[in-house]
Nanobody, 121 residues
Framework: QVQLVESGGGLVQAGGSLRLSCAASRRTFSSDFMGWLRQAPGKEREFVAAIARSGGSTRYADSVKGRFTISRDNVKNTVYLQMNSLKPEDTAVYYC??????????????WGQGTQVTVSS
């Protein structure tokens, strides 16, 4: 049973913007936190951003601070990642995830299939 479905990826020029969406089942959306990770070719999966169930706490990787914003719509059971000022090094498959713990401790339980983001120079 698919719990998380990402969308919104694509090809964009450097400096451009994209908004990723992650539609979750009601059960998954009630997890302690929702987040985004990414994996570039030949690299390990890395944390990007997380948001608490209440929406009151967020956390970002240093590499995206000031450029990316995570948010959630508790009516639509959807989490978003607004990505601005994109750089070629942001190119990766972006995964939505959910789990237990805080936005700092982050124990992942559920994963989406991923959506490709490609930033051209």
């Amino acid at each position: 049973q698919v719990q998380l479905v990402e969308s919104g990826g694509g090809l964009v020029q450097a400096g451009g913007s994209l908004r990723l969406s992650c539609a979750a089942s009601r059960r998954t959306f009630s997890s302690d936190f929702m987040g985004w990770l990414r994996q570039a070719p030949g690299k390990e999966r890395e944390f990007v951003a997380a948001i608490a169930r209440s929406g009151g706490s967020t956390r970002y990787a240093d590499s995206v601070k000031g450029r990316f914003t995570i948010s959630r719509d508790n009516v639509k059971n959807t989490v978003y990642l607004q990505m601005n000022s994109l750089k070629p090094e942001d190119t990766a498959v972006y995964y939505c995830a959910a789990g237990a713990g805080s936005v700092v401790t982050r124990n992942y339980n559920d994963w989406g299939q991923g959506t490709q983001v490609t930033v051209s120079s």
